[in-house]
């Protein structure tokens, strides 16, 4: 099963050389590379295998070519603008942030300076964080601006890193913070095979789990169920894989719960057990719920004896401003796919 963790203990010496053949050519340092990534196995308990192993190689090639710290194009222009939006967004005025950035950091250039000369996720972050830490009320006017949201050769989310860190012990001492351990090789390696792996979803092909690591866990269940919701309740739901609002509008029904509710008699559950159920959907469990039950249930005896998928690519319009084409989460998973293959002939030969 893909990602399924580790049962059996095995010889630390000959994983590292399988993991260290399996990687693309041209790679620096392929001992170094094998290392960590094995080291993040060995941590997070999941087996070694040719196909993680191949999973974990092909999403990092894919997302750095495996550069510790890979430079971004236009990174400056991106990074002030995204400083001056996130300002604007939090009633911050413009002048404030002007002198801001004015104000000589550590080096003696002033950040504004050091901002212009930014060619990777790592400056930038650095910059931000020793900004925020020594102009006057730094962190109160600018802690939840960084626009660096990523980073690390697998580009892995900083929240996920600090969340799964308040969760389960980072395996290396921490120098200053998760944030930092993100744009270190062993730290994004790390978090990026933890937010690829370490989760329990018996998808029957690995694309799944890259779409998932593009768009969230549980994604393709989700966006799966969406469209059994669709045949159900007869609707056109899109198959974005998100079951419920977020942030001020958490407390609102989404329209996948508002299509539900429609056949709640159908499923023979109420909207306090509906929103119930969904409310697990980011979890595993989602998957033993009623709600997911009955709507499958139906959803199978609608499709001629032929059962519905219990995985979909979600269809996510990828957006970011690095991005500057268009992009989505099916083009990424099969991206991925393609050199996840690649590795796997390499395995064979």
């Known amino acids: 099963m893909p990602g399924s963790h580790r049962e059996a203990r095995v010889d630390p010496d000959v994983a590292r050389a399988q993991i260290e053949q399996l990687l693309p050519a041209g790679v620096q340092n392929k001992s ?86 930014a060619t990777t996720e790592q400056e930038l972050s650095e910059i931000y964080e020793n900004l925020i830490g020594r102009v006057p009320l730094g962190k109160r006017l600018f802690g939840n601006l960084n626009p660096v949201r990523t980073g690390g050769p697998m580009q892995v989310s900083i929240a996920y890193a600090e969340k799964h860190a308040a969760t389960k012990r980072y395996p290396y001492p921490v120098q200053s913070d998760i944030r930092a351990e993100v744009f270190t090789r062993r730290g994004g390696m790390y978090f990026g095979i933890a937010h690829l792996l370490d989760y329990k979803m018996p998808y029957a092909e690995m694309r ?97 004896g032929r059962p519905m998928p219990r995985a979909v690519m979600p269809d996510i319009l990828l957006k970011s401003p690095k991005i500057q084409r268009k992009l989505t989460t099916g083009w990424f998973a099969n991206r991925v796919q393609t050199r996840y293959e690649q590795c796997l002939a390499r395995a064979r030969r």
């Open 32 to 117: 170094g590379w094998a290392l960590d990534i094995f080291a993040a196995f060995e941590a997070l308990g999941i087996a070694p295998s040719v196909d993680n192993s191949c999973a974990v190689i092909a999403v990092t090639e894919q997302e750095s070519t495996f550069q510790e710290s890979p430079r971004v194009p236009g990174l400056a222009g991106i990074a002030t603008k995204q400083i001056y939006a996130k300002a604007a967004d939090y009633g911050i005025p413009k002048f404030v942030v002007n002198a801001a950035l004015e104000t000589s950091s550590t080096d003696g250039r002033s950040y504004r300076s050091r901002l212009e000369r």
């Open 208 to 304: 799944y789990r890259f779409a998932d690591f593009n768009a969230g866990h549980y994604a393709s269940r989700n966006a799966a169920f969406q469209k059994a919701v669709n045949v159900v309740a007869r609707t056109k739901l899109d198959l974005d894989g998100d079951l419920l609002l977020h942030g001020d509008r958490a407390g609102q029904p989404s329209q996948t719960e508002l299509a539900i509710r429609k056949v709640a008699g159908q499923l023979r559950l109420d909207e306090t057990q509906i929103r119930r159920d969904l409310e697990r959907s980011q979890d595993e469990s989602f998957g033993g719920t009623k709600l997911y039950e009955r709507v499958f249930e139906i959803a199978d005896a609608a499709g001629s």
